[in-house]
């Protein structure tokens, strides 16, 4: 059982629509991450959350930190074909701790 | 170019050979991870180095041997390994354990 459970797994979408990934979790993380991979690529970290309630725009992309520090969401506005890649959620359970890394979520946004 | 650069990006192994993996960041990050990613799986920890310590080995099986010889380089030995450790090895490194990461492009190891 993965301590972070992302959905949907898989989403294909036309390019000029919204997406939405959710990472949801039983337990609460002091931070939470998210990174895209990119195919023959490592992870690229896009932002780390801290705060219940917390929301972070990077352009189209806005990042939702549950108020209970439980889950989190990654909205794209009007996605591009760049936008492709695996999207994936990290925590950590304190300060100090290593990473959870979620299952990840492939997203394919198509001209 | 991530500030984590590994070597080498493909590598093709029969399984009675012996090779490394390099990793190396100049970034001053403290911690220093090896992660194993194949397709369909999540990430998996492998090992995690604190100042050159080794603070944690997740269970990995004994043919993967690493080495922290200082803060800025981290290696992976390889020997008699199996097909299914097939893989995308990743190096990532991070000021403090939990901080965000950052990654290197990885190794595509295919074992024959």
């Known amino acids: 059982t993965q301590l972070l459970e992302q959905s949907p797994q ?5 390019e000029g ?14 931070s939470l991450q998210w990174y895209r991979q990119e ?14 309630g917390e929301v972070k725009k990077l352009k189209r992309l806005t990042f939702q930190f549950g108020d ?22 990290a925590g950590a359970e304190a300060a100090g701790n290593k990473l959870t890394f979620g299952g990840g979520t492939r997203v394919l946004v198509k001209p | ?23 190396e960041q100049h970034l001053g ?20 180095y604190n ?3 080794q603070t944690e080995n997740n269970s990995v099986p004994s043919r993967f041997s690493p080495e922290c ?28 354990e939990g901080a965000g990461y950052t990654f290197g492009s990885g190794t595509r190891l295919t074992v024959v």
């Open chain 1, 68 to 89: 209970a520090r439980k889950d989190s969401s990654l909205h794209i506005t009007a996605a591009q074909t760049g936008d492709t890649g695996l999207y994936l959620c």
């Open chain 2, 69 to 96: 010889p200082n803060s800025s380089h981290l290696f992976l030995h390889l020997h008699t390994l199996q097909p299914e450790d097939s893989a995308l090895y990743l190096c990532a490194s991070s000021q403090v």
């Open chain 2, 29 to 48: 990050h403290n911690a220093m991870y090896w992660y194993k990613q194949s397709a369909k799986k999540p990430l998996e920890l492998m090992f995690v």
């Open chain 1, 10 to 14: 898989f989403l294909s979408i036309q």
């Open chain 1, 39 to 52: 195919p023959g690529e490592g992870p690229v970290l896009l932002v780390t959350v801290v705060t219940g």
């Open chain 1, 17 to 30: 629509e919204n997406l939405t990934v959710y990472c949801n979790s039983s337990s609460v993380f002091s």
């Open chain 2, 1 to 23: 170019e991530t500030g984590v650069t590994q070597t080498p990006r493909h590598l093709v192994m029969g399984m009675t050979n012996k090779k490394s993996l390099k990793c």
């Open chain 2, 51 to 53: 100042f050159k310590e």
